[in-house]
């Protein structure tokens, strides 16, 4: 006797349930592993293509710099003559008159009391 005939029927039809269960679940771990794979090569493509933009705008930009007309030369600015010089301040001018005054006393023109007279005179502002 072999046992119920019903018994082998659930035992086959479990058997088929968990390998049936078993294969599908590997095979979304597997379709998991494969949409993975794929983001990362299209990631990987993505950054390529940045990377290879980006190089070819900087030898864009060394090309025009390296053919880009010289910044244009301008004259240096003209060199112009110094201010005059200001006026001489009053002092000067009693300098001057101090000048003449110590001549005309070595000339023996002005007295010795004449000379201190004058020079007070010149030196009050007066």
């Not at 006797?1 to 078993?22: E, K, N, Y």
């Not at 299209?42 to 060394?62: H, K, P």
């Not at 110094?82 to 000067?92: D, I, L, Q, V, Y």
């Amino acid at each position: 006797m072999r046992g119920r005939p019903g018994r082998s029927l659930v035992r086959g039809v479990a058997a088929t349930a968990v390998v049936a269960g078993t294969a599908g679940a590997v095979h979304h771990r597997q379709q998991q592993r494969w949409a993975g794979q794929q983001a990362a090569a299209s990631q990987s493509s993505a950054t390529q293509q940045q990377l290879a933009d980006q190089q070819a705008q900087i030898e864009q930009l060394q090309y025009q710099q390296q053919y880009a007309p010289p910044p244009p030369q301008y004259a240096p600015p003209p060199q112009y003559a110094p201010p005059p010089a200001a006026p001489a301040p009053a002092e000067s001018a009693t300098v001057q008159q101090l000048q003449q005054l110590t001549q005309l006393h070595d000339a023996g023109v002005l007295s010795d009391e004449e000379f201190a007279t004058a020079k007070q005179k010149v030196l009050a502002g007066g």
